[in-house]
Nanobody, 122 residues
Framework: QVQLVESGGGLVQPGGSLRLSCAAS????????IGWFRQAPGKEREGVSC????????KYSDSVKGRFTISRDKTKNTVYLQMDSLKPEDTAVYYC???????????????WGQGTQVTVSS
């Protein structure tokens, strides 16, 4: 079965950086998409970024453009989210997920990891 495992979260000061990892296994389709999402207390789950497997096309939400970078290592079946210039409002649980469509709509994603906590505070 499909399994996704996030890692790399933690506590960082405003302006700092973190790199999140999403290790995927059990995906049998020729092409698929991995998205990053986040959810803060009292807020809806927000689509952050997405990347395709074949051509590595990417997309980002307006709130993270220019600060976050998504990438993947196909040999390791791992997707990364490099987060720079972090702000307190980036504090949330971050999830990765898999979908057959290239989108950041969480309703389109079928498999989810358990999440990793990111806290941005001085």
């Amino acid at each position: 079965q499909v399994q996704l495992v996030e890692s790399g979260g933690g506590l960082v000061q405003p302006g700092g950086s973190l790199r999140l990892s999403c290790a995927a296994s059990g995906i049998t389709s020729d092409d698929y998409n991995i998205g990053w999402f986040r959810q803060a207390p009292g807020k809806e789950r927000e689509g952050v970024s997405c990347i395709t497997r074949r051509d590595e096309e990417t997309k980002y939400s307006d709130s993270v453009k220019g600060r976050f970078t998504i990438s993947r290592d196909k040999t390791k079946n791992t997707v990364y989210l490099q987060m720079d210039s972090l702000k307190p409002e980036d504090t949330a649980v971050y999830y990765c997920a898999e979908a057959s469509e290239f989108t950041t709509d969480p309703d389109k994603f079928d498999f989810w990891g358990q999440g990793t906590q990111v806290t941005v505070s001085s």
